[in-house]
């Protein structure tokens, strides 16, 4: 018994002396001393030069919040100051980080079961330098050795806190110049109060982008419900950051707040990301979560874009989108992330785009040969303005300030800015767009509109793109072929039952009209601009109406101020019966020839010849009218239209004489073209039945517009 009390004595003793001898070796060693093997042994694991340039030194200290015996026990804290960590020899910078200083301490219980357990460690204004170049060579990469099996030791680190840091970030694969500050915020910010704040901010700037007339982004239950995730509301902010710099030659600026830096460790609690950024002159911010950020698990966040152009996203997401007037959406977020494999789901948004509402769900999916983007969009009312810079469309000042560099000639009326082919191969596309209402005045009453948009190996396809037009239908397919150099491009329309009255809903005299408006289109071209694939068509088009009514006033309102002119001269300003109208244009080379375009009316049989250039965007054509039976009615000269489109030049001939009474006469100097019009002839009784265009309407369903493949004409 007494012998099992001295060991006992003796085991507390020397266990009592080693703890003194630990105690005096931290408090008295000189640490300096240590350096070298520590420079030494660091740099041979990670590959590259580590220093310890400062004084490296050690103290005790007792550990607040302790009890029992703990509490009396003192911990070793200790501090290295001036440390580098070298960069490889081809970066820019010297240094990959360095730190004022390092501070850490120890619980010394857990070392007995060969656990090293800090509590926190601290580090001084850390200054770090990651680099990549263009061959994917980067800094943040070290060759660490191969482990020899599990390691007897385990580290715990429970929390690492700055006082202020700085990254310089610089990326030659992306193009990304960016200067970081990150600083602590001292006390954690719940996610509820960022998502409210960002919500607010974003909103209001999308006001700002959109116009004073665009209304306030509809609300969507998302946030209410991202409010009620339990999940997210327990994620906390403890980090901002504020950057700096370009990508791709574009401005950035950002500020962003994060959670803490030891929740990165934890791949399966949510990550809270925040994040308020400008790309040149687009603004996007999120707030959400990321799971598993350091190996970018999942993204889940509530998302707001706004801009001047939806095309200006490209370099920033790869995304192939078209010109748009200023436009603004927030929605929901999602993304699994997968190198190589993505897939990123904006879901349920809604937003504006110039005075028009936009809403839907998108789909980009990263894999495979290119990527992917599917999805249904919906605008319930659509102003059809706000479609005009997809084909180049607006004034020089709304162009610039979309960014378009490509200015509109001031004697051009078509659009010359070329489409932006070389993105079309940089995805995929199988897009569903409903437009419910269009709004365009009284001048063109379209009431829906729809489409399925396709893309693929840079061939762009809108088939079917139908609208109802004034009671009935306009439906078409085109086919652009980006990959060719110059673009080949399809059109093939049919107009259907088209009522005249609600063509034309404010004119009276056509209330009464049981008239419509039938017509086909097939043409092809080459170019890669509206203007130069007009220019360059060929094919034919060929219209019909029947039972209507024509004046100046109407034309007037339709904005067809030439067509008011011309009518004036000829009938003044009373209302004219047209019986029956037919066109059948054909197109070579951009050159739209007349094979027959006539008008039918109660007075006189109307006739138009010559061509419309659309290379040269020249007009050429002679109206000439031909008095019918033996009616007291006197019609002037011929007259032309010449100049250009941007200004046409209209007036009379004068040297022609005017044809008077026989219609017959008439008839028979125009007797090829006019012969399907023969039969369409009025009766006295002035009362048109529906059946009066039947012959020419047979003759056009007999012989459907045809158009040669693109850049060849009928005749090669």
Known sequence: MRRGRKILAWALGILLLLIVAIVLFIAFFDWNRLKPTINENVSEAIGRPFAINGDLSAHWSREPGEGGLASIVPWPHFTARDITVANPDWARDKQFATLDSIQFRLSPFPLIAHRIVVPEIRLGQPRISLQRQKNGDNTWTFKLPESTGPSEWQLELNAIAFDKGHIDFSDAMNQIAMGIDVTPLGKGIPFD??????????????????????????????????????????????????????????????????????????????????????????????????????????????????????????????ITLPDTPPFATEGRLKANLRKGASVYTYENFTGRVGGSDLGGSLVFDTHGKRPGLTGT??????LFSDLAPLVGGGSNEEKAERGDVTKQPADKVLPVEP?????????????????????????????????????????????PLKFGVAGGTVGSNIRLDGSATPMKGGFNLGARHLKLKELFPTFAPMQ???????????????????????????????????????????????????????????????????????????????????KLFAFDTEKALINVSGNIDFREEKLNLDIVPHTKGFRLFSLRSPLYVHGTMKNPAVGVHAGPLILRGGGAVALAVFAAPVAALAALAVPESGKADATQCQPLLEDLRRTPPKAPPAGKTSKS
């Open 377 to 382: 969009l919906k605008s319930n009312q659509l």
């Open 512 to 594: 009464t009209s049981f008239g419509e408006l039938n017509g086909d289109a097939s043409l092809t071209a080459t170019g890669n601009s509206p203007a130069a694939l007009l220019g360059s068509s060929n094919g034919e088009v060929k219209l019909l109406i029947n039972d209507g009514a024509i004046s100046s006033s109407l034309l007037e309102l339709a904005g067809l101020n030439v067509g008011s002119y011309a009518v004036n001269k000829l009938f003044g300003d009373e209302v004219v019966k047209i019986n029956c109208m037919a066109a059948d244009l054909v197109a070579t080379h951009g050159v739209m020839e007349s």
């Open 193 to 318: 109060q960022i998502l409210a704040e960002q919500e607010k901010d974003a909103r209001a700037q999308a006001k700002k982008t959109t116009g004073a007339s665009a209304k306030t982004l509809a609300k969507s239950d998302a946030g209410e419900k991202d409010r009620q995730d339990e999940i997210r509301k327990k994620q906390v902010y403890y980090f901002a950051w504020d950057a700096k710099g370009t990508y791709k030659k574009s401005t950035v600026s950002a500020k962003a707040r994060t959670g803490g830096v030891l929740a990165l460790r934890d791949g399966n609690r949510p990550f809270p990301v925040q994040a308020d950024a400008r790309f040149g002159d687009t603004h996007i911010a999120f707030v959400g979560t990321l799971t598993d950020p350091l190996n970018m698990g999942a993204l889940d966040v509530r998302l707001w874009f706004s801009g001047t152009s939806m095309s200006h996203l490209y370099d920033l997401t790869g």
């Open 419 to 463: 489409f932006k082919t070389d993105r079309w191969n940089a995805m995929d596309a199988d897009v569903r767009f409903t437009g419910v209402k269009i709004v365009h005045g009284e001048r063109l009453p379209i009431d829906n509109l729809s489409t399925h948009l396709l893309m693929k190996d840079g061939v762009l396809t809108l088939d």
